[in-house]
């Protein structure tokens, strides 16, 4: 689960970390008495979604020269216009790809006087299971430059839980980071909060960047992005709260309510599995034949009738699908279940695609039956290789990408 800038600053301002004074904003006609409640004498007014590269980004049918979605302004009518200007629009950045996000929320911030970028991240380490910390002197939006060209320059370690945060793990941060005198007391100290609300609130990622000296000298969070282990929200009602549903993909939103693991990709082969790395293996020969795969969805080993039917009625309302592939090997998952969820999908919603049902394990035969006397329009495979050659196929419409696949 992720959250938006604005409530990832609050989260740092409660606990003690350094962070420029803010105010979001929803409406916008609220825009002018959020920005004239900061000091000022620079607003720096921010779009607020779901994805980093907001500064390079721009929105749909943007006049020429007009700034991203992060904008200096310097007074306060300058900032409610700007503010006003991005509210209901989309936002195209690099990580939205080309769809973008509709800008439904805007924060407005005192700016701050920056003598250096830096950056700084903390992360779950999936190798040693371990939270680690990742900072570098090259902070700012092309980090992702950085680690491509120069990784020399991002220092990452993980630190031991029989210990936690020790302050020579801060320490080891700033000097890094070229801080000098009072900074590195400064930096132990953000460390230790950063770590402190990381394991506390159960993120899987809590990034800053960037993390900034001011003129003064001081270490101020500019920027904040966090994701937490959506298997652990549940200990956690104030960061539930913060959820935006907005922000989330509606294939993927109805799909949670029936605890389905479903995540939406850019394909036309619709995919319903049972297993996750069944579900991986039926994307790579989809692949491999030359198509795409539409989605990634699981539907576990103890779905019901009920569930298999919302999962295919998830996979029919997507546009992008022009055939679907239901790939099950049974062992707690029965065949029968999965059959009669299918069936009673299609006559719900209706059959308006290709369907290559391939069944195997326990209660193949009875599921096979189902499948058979149901009168639907079905193809059936004998194995995983003669599913996707023939959902690519009836999908295409040729045989031309079997032959290139065999060849």
Excluded at 8 to 15: N, V
Excluded at 80 to 105: C, D, I, S, Y
Excluded at 202 to 216: G, R, S, W
Excluded at 322 to 338: A, E, H, S, T
């Amino acid at each position: 689960m992720n959250i938006h800038e604005y409530q990832a600053k609050a989260l740092l301002r409660d606990y003690g970390a350094p962070v420029s004074d803010g105010r979001a904003v929803l409406k916008a006609e609220d825009a002018k008495t959020a920005a004239g409640a900061l000091d000022g004498p620079v607003w720096v007014v921010k779009a607020q979604i779901h994805a980093g590269g907001r500064g390079k980004g721009t929105f749909r049918e943007s006049s020429a020269g007009e700034k991203g979605g992060v904008r200096i302004t310097r007074s306060v009518e300058e900032a409610a216009q700007e503010a006003q200007r991005m509210l209901g629009r989309t936002l195209v950045t690099h990580q939205t790809g080309p769809a973008g996000k509709q800008v439904n929320r805007i924060y407005i911030e005192d700016g701050a006087g920056i003598a250096r970028e830096l950056y700084l991240a903390l992360l779950v380490d999936r190798v040693t299971s371990r939270v680690a910390f990742v900072c570098s002197t090259e902070g700012g939006m092309d980090i992702e430059e950085v680690a491509a060209s120069t990784p020399d320059k991002i220092l990452s370690f993980s630190v031991d839980p029989a210990t936690g945060f020790q302050p020579y793990h801060g320490r080891r941060i700033a000097f890094s980071l070229g801080l000098e005198g009072a900074q590195v007391k400064q930096c132990v100290k953000l460390i230790g909060i950063l770590y402190r609300l990381f394991t506390e609130k159960d993120m899987d990622m809590l990034e800053i960047n960037p993390l900034v000296v001011t003129d003064a000298g001081e270490l101020k969070c500019l920027d904040a992005k966090m994701g937490f282990d959506g298997n652990a929200v549940y200990r956690h009602p104030d960061i539930a709260a913060l959820r935006d549903e907005t922000e989330e993909d509606a294939k993927e939103l109805e799909a949670s309510k029936y605890d389905l693991n479903y995540i939406a990709l850019d394909g036309q082969i619709g995919c319903m599995v049972n297993g996750a790395g069944l579900a991986m293996a039926t994307m790579d020969i989809i692949k491999l034949y030359g198509a795409e795969p539409a989605n990634f969805l699981d539907v576990g080993g103890g779905a019901t009738k009920e569930k298999v039917t919302e999962a295919f009625k998830i996979i029919t309302s997507d546009p992008q699908v022009k055939g679907i592939l239901v790939n099950i090997f049974g062992g707690i998952m029965r065949c029968d279940v999965i059959a009669e969820g299918v069936v009673a999908a299609v006559k719900e919603v209706g059959l308006k695609v290709p369907l290559v049902v391939r069944l195997e394990g326990t209660n193949v035969e009875k599921g096979k039956e189902i499948i058979n006397n149901s009168g639907l329009d079905v193809i059936a495979a004998d194995d995983l290789k003669d599913g996707a050659q023939k959902i690519v196929a009836a999908v295409s419409g040729t045989a031309k990408v079997l032959a290139e696949a065999e060849g």
